[in-house]
């Protein structure tokens, strides 16, 4: 473990030695990769919203029995079973509980008075004000750059802008891999960096091999933005499954979509009127049609099928821009020891300053 530190407002709120996150990425962020990046001193989060409550509990035990650091769960807000996934955080002592889309002010209220920190993932400077004004402890702020679900501004427009704007810890997300980014991220004004396709090459990473020799074989711009897998924007790897996607009408993008709606179902162990009204609550939430609620459906069949099945001829593989400049798979141990050692560098390498 690195003995480099850099203390900040997000390594004293969480308890971790080094101000980094690992994001809660689905069908990714499972129980060994969020072990290990707590172990290496950093803060992992595990993915929920493609496990069943059941499944959540066992992997949060798992972790728990690999580690005593702390560590996280990302889950959805709008979830129909949001509230029994909150209690499973809130009963086995969770330190952290972050989320893609804006808690609500009753649920944050829940959580802190549990003693759970909670970190909502924002894409706005308007998001961010809401959730510190509901009591959130700090806020995940993602920039165009990075993986997954995105907007267009970039993190370098996007970060100075919340951290002016709000009084809590920000953590920058979009375009860090490594210890240059951190310092960069700290001069802006943040508390840490949060960093999704850099954790998912790592060799505690359980993403099939093949997988990730696609990502490592990838340039900056072989990463994409479509909107053509959930009907919103997503950035991921260009892959000829990507391009068959952006050909195809709408009418067999509806029809994909039923499909892997069903196939999820079944994988999730939800009933249809739960998955009616985690889509009801989606369409208020984002004010998307039916069509796009249908269409997102695409997306946790398609990502498992890369992410665990390695299929990377019918898989959607989520890409932050970053894939294109990394070329290893280190553990995270070496991954954040290394990360610290070059944000040591990068402060020693400034100039002084009269």
């Known amino acids: 473990m690195s003995d480099v530190t850099i203390g900040t407002r997000l390594t ?24 290990a990046t707590a172990n290496a001193g950093a803060l992992g989060i595990l993915a929920s919203a493609t496990m069943t409550v059941d499944q959540l509990r066992s992997a949060v035990r798992e972790v728990k029995s690999r580690t005593d650091a702390p ?13 029994e996934r909150v209690r499973i955080i809130i009963d086995e002592g969770v330190k952290v509980a972050s989320f893609a889309l804006a808690p609500s002010r009753e649920l944050i209220a829940r959580l802190k008075d549990a003693g759970v920190v909670v970190i909502p993932s924002i894409g706005a400077r308007r998001h961010a004000e809401k959730v ?58 943040a508390a840490g960096i949060a960093m999704g396709t850099r954790f998912l090459l790592t060799s505690d990473s359980t993403v099939p091999d093949a997988v990730k020799a696609r990502y490592l074989a990838a340039a900056v711009t072989d990463v994409t933005v479509t909107t053509k897998v959930d009907g919103l924007p997503h950035r991921m790897l260009r892959t000829e499954l990507v391009d068959a996607l952006e050909r195809s009408g709408r009418a067999s993008s509806l029809l994909r979509a039923v499909r892997h709606a069903s196939a ?16 009801l609550a989606m369409k208020h939430g984002k004010d998307l ?3 796009q609620i249908l269409l997102a459906a695409n997306t946790p069949m398609l990502l498992k099928a890369s992410m665990v099945e390695g299929r990377t001829d019918l898989g959607v593989m989520a890409s932050g ?34």
């Open 264 to 279: 999820f179902r079944r994988e999730s162990g939800m009933s249809w009127p739960q998955m009616v009204r985690d889509g």
């Open 132 to 189: 510190a004004a509901w009591g959130a402890d700090a806020v995940i702020v993602q920039g165009g750059e990075g993986g997954g679900h995105t907007g267009s501004v970039a993190t370098t427009v996007l970060l100075p802008q919340v951290v002016d704007a709000v009084d809590i810890p920000v953590v920058a997300a979009g375009g860090f891999h490594d210890g240059r980014g951190l310092v960069a991220a700290l001069a802006y004004g």
């Open 289 to 291: 049609t039916w069509s």
């Open 71 to 83: 560590f996280g769960v990302n889950l959805r807000a709008d979830a129909g079973d949001a509230a």
């Open 321 to 354: 821009q970053v894939a294109g400049l990394i070329d290893d798979l280190p553990s995270c141990a070496e991954l954040v020891d290394r990360l610290m050692a070059e944000a040591q560098a990068a402060l020693r390498a400034l100039p002084a300053v009269d």
């Open 12 to 35: 004293e709120l969480v308890g971790v030695r080094h101000p980094v996150v690992q994001t809660g990425m689905g069908w990714v962020a499972g129980p060994r990769l969020v072990s």
